[in-house]
Each structure stands twice: as structure tokens, then as C-alpha cells.
């Protein structure tokens, strides 16, 4: 599954058991705040929830939880 920041980054997600997903893109994970961010922007209001970060990262899909558009003149 392809999770897209509004800046146009995306990484991909993968199954990883019940529950969550792994993250495929380390970099997508700040160890140093324990947070999802995307590593062009820096933006940490992204559709996941971190889970897990002992071993592979494991996060989950929050239903209804949307990244804000940024507006044409933006």
C-alpha cells in the first residue's frame, strides 16, 4: 500500500501480521522523537500510528484520519 505525504513523498507499506503494517522506509521513522515523519517535508500529520519500533517498524492505517490539501497557490 502506497501512503502519500502532501509534499508528493511516498513510501510504501506492507502486511505484516495482526495487527499493522511494516514500513518499508526506514527513513520515514525519527528515531531520536520516536515519530512517523516524511523525510522531504517533515511532516509528522500522516494516516499512520506508530505501533511498534523494537524491530521492524510496525505501524497502522487510522481510518478517517486525512492529510490536509495544500492549497493551488501553495
Avoid at 519500533?53 to 497502522?60: H, N, R, T
Amino acid at each position: 500500500m502506497n501512503i502519500r505525504c502532501v509534499c508528493g513523498n511516498e513510501t510504501i507499506i506492507s502486511p505484516g501480521g495482526n495487527p499493522g503494517y511494516i514500513l518499508r522506509d526506514d527513513k520515514w521513522f525519527d528515531k531520536k522523537s520516536n515519530q512517523l515523519r516524511c523525510p522531504k517535508c517533515n511532516n509528522t500529520e500522516l494516516p499512520l500510528e506508530l505501533i511498534d519500533a523494537s524491530g521492524p517498524i510496525k505501524v497502522q492505517v487510522v481510518p478517517g484520519r486525512t492529510i490536509a490539501k495544500k492549497g493551488f497557490w501553495s
